[in-house]
C-alpha cells in the first residue's frame, strides 16, 4: 500500500484543520484503506460513534477511490449508508473503498465500508461522485500534500 496525499484543511484528512480527524488514506492502485479510531468527541448516543461521522469517513474513502481510478477528484452527489453495528469510541476501524463504475469520466459510482478489528461490519456506503470542474482544481491541488499517484508515473 501507498499513501495518498493528503490537504492542509480537510475536515477528514486535514493537518491544520484543528477539529478534523487528521486521517491518512493509502492504495495498492485497487483498493482503498484508511483507519479510523473515533474519540470520545466523535459520540452521537452514550458509548456510539454519531453516524454522521461514520458517513464522512466513507466518503472520503470513495472519494478517493474515484481519484485513485479515474485521476480526478470529484465531490459526493447521492450517498446511502447502511448502519449495521454501532461503532465504539476507542474501537480502531478500518475503512476500505473500490470503484464500482466510471460511466466516461462523467458520473463515478462507488462503495465503501467500516470495520471493526475483528471483522464486524460498522457501516457500509455506495455514493455518485460527479467530478470537480477543471478551474477549480487548481486551488484544491494547492492545498495537497504529498504526490498523486497518476502524477508520480507521468514523465517529463
Known amino acids: 500500500m501507498r499513501p495518498l496525499p493528503h490537504t492542509r484543511s480537510c475536515f477528514v484528512c486535514g493537518e491544520a484543520n484543528a477539529a478534523g480527524l487528521k486521517l491518512r488514506l493509502e492504495t495498492d492502485g485497487s483498493i482503498i484503506r484508511t483507519r479510523f479510531t ?7 448516543f452514550k458509548q456510539v460513534t454519531h453516524g454522521g461521522i461514520l458517513a ?10 474515484c481519484a485513485v481510478h479515474a485521476h480526478r477528484f470529484a465531490f459526493c452527489a447521492e450517498m446511502t449508508v447502511r448502519f449495521v453495528n454501532p461503532g465504539r469510541p476507542g474501537e480502531e476501524l478500518t ?62
Not at 473515533?38 to 452521537?44: A, D, K, V
Open 38 to 44: 473515533p474519540g470520545p468527541e466523535h459520540i452521537g
Open 95 to 156: 475503512g476500505t473503498g473500490e470503484l464500482i463504475s466510471n460511466r466516461r469520466n462523467r458520473v463515478f459510482d462507488a462503495r465503501a465500508e467500516l470495520r471493526s478489528a475483528d471483522g464486524r461490519l460498522i457501516a457500509s456506503a455506495t455514493g455518485r461522485y460527479l467530478p470537480i470542474k477543471s478551474e477549480d482544481l487548481a486551488a484544491m491541488e494547492r492545498d495537497l500534500i504529498g504526490e498523486l499517484p497518476w502524477k508520480r508515473s507521468e514523465g517529463p
Open 56 to 65: 464522512t469517513v466513507l466518503d472520503e474513502i470513495m472519494a478517493w477511490t
